[in-house]
């Protein structure tokens, strides 16, 4: 029970490895082998958009396949002194435009007692560390959703609204993990260069680190059973100091957290989170989510409920409601049949048609990890 609740952030964080102050021989005591792994995703999908003249749905095509993937190559050893180190390169298995293919997360780990160390381009504590509302198939989750991506047009909530604290993700980070002691874990990261503008989608004079700079991110978790009921919990804070120094922009700050119960197969839980989006005033993020998933034998079945506002200056603000009904069947080990249902909602604060859009999606589709 505790593996599927936990699943998500398990999946994310099985790459975190430790390590200890190097001592002693440091000598390997066997070469470093190579592994390979990864997983791909694929699905047929049918949706529906208002899709009138200068609507967000507009020439969108309604019945696509869509596709997801990822090769993961693992290169490790343990030293004489107990220090395992591990280099991890990962590759995107789908076509990234003028097809091409794209490396994402790329790290160098070492492994040992009382900490974690990696340093490299991967996602911050935050990101790894949190825990968002149960979902019975994550392909077609309202939080960062694999697949089911709406049109937006106008609307400054994003396509992709989420609850983890990412925005320098994959980034050049120094990440560290503390050993997990009664049930608690601490995760640090710092990424000296940002590299995303503050807010996507809007216009910021550029410099060479789009704005932030000394990106600082800590996290805590918490995860523990009692008498046949599994906790899972979380809190993050993200903090990236202004480099462009204008009157509309502002040091990035960030707070999130998130809460899973376990029990007699049911998880139920939420998360939320809050980003000023690195602007002096008036266009903070408030995102949240709420969820239900039922597990029995090889079945996942879930309802997830996401709302986002965003504030737009002294406009109205922009909004989003999401409701996703979702399952999974696991057919064997490492292959997944899902499918499901999600509705949108998008709703411009000044009433703009380009900004308003309600969107529906059905998708089955099959995922396998190697």
């Known amino acids: 029970m505790q593996n599927k609740l936990l699943s998500t952030t398990a999946l994310v964080a099985a790459g975190a490895l430790s390590v200890p102050f190097m001592a002693g021989d440091a000598s390997a005591a066997e070469p470093l ?18 899709d009138g003249a200068g609507e967000p749905g507009a020439n969108l095509q309604d019945v696509s396949v869509h596709t997801d993937g990822e090769v993961q190559f693992t290169a490790s050893t343990t030293l004489d002194n107990g220090i395992e180190v591990a280099v991890r390169i990962e590759y995107e298995a789908q076509n990234q435009g003028g097809g091409s293919t794209t490396v994402d997360e790329r790290y160098v780990t070492f492994s040992g007692d009382f900490g974690k160390l990696r340093v490299g381009s991967d996602d911050p504590v935050t990101a790894v560390m949190q825990y968002q509302a149960p979902v019975g198939a994550y392909q077609m989750g309202p939080n960062t959703p694999t697949f089911a991506v709406p ?46 503008a ?44 202004d480099e462009i120094g204008t009157a509309f922009t502002d040091d990035r700050e960030t707070f999130q957290g998130g809460l899973i119960i376990g029990f007699s197969g049911f998880s139920v839980g939420g998360s ?3 980003d000023n989006n690195g602007i ?23 309802f997830t409920y996401l709302s986002s506002t965003q504030e737009v200056g002294p406009l109205p603000d922009d909004e989003l409601d999401a409701y996703a009904v979702t399952g999974t069947y696991n057919l064997g080990p490492g292959v997944d049949l899902w499918g499901g249902v999600k509705y949108l909602d998008y709703q411009e604060g000044s009433n703009d048609p380009a900004g308003n859009n309600e969107a529906i999606f059905g998708m089955v589709g099959t995922s396998i990890s190697f």
């Open 33 to 50: 082998s190579l592994s390979v792994g990864g997983y791909f995703s694929t699905g047929v999908m049918i949706n529906s958009q208002d």
């Open 198 to 241: 503050p807010i996507d989608n809007i216009a910021i004079l550029p410099n060479d680190n789009n704005g932030q700079q000394d990106v600082i991110a800590v996290a805590v978790n918490y995860e523990n059973s009692f008498d046949g009921i599994d906790v899972a919990a979380s809190v993050g804070y993200v903090h990236g100091s």
């Open 151 to 196: 049109g937006i047009g106008n609307n400054f909530v994003s396509s992709y609204p989420t609850t983890y604290a990412d925005w320098s993700n994959d980034a050049g980070n120094i990440i560290y993990y503390s050993p997990r002691m009664s049930g608690f874990q601490l995760g640090l990261s710092y990424q000296p260069d940002g590299t995303r």
């Open 272 to 274: 939320i989170m809050q």
């Open 280 to 302: 002096s005033s008036s266009f903070d993020t408030l995102t949240w989510d709420a969820g239900v998933t039922y597990s029995t034998g090889p079945w996942t079945v879930g």
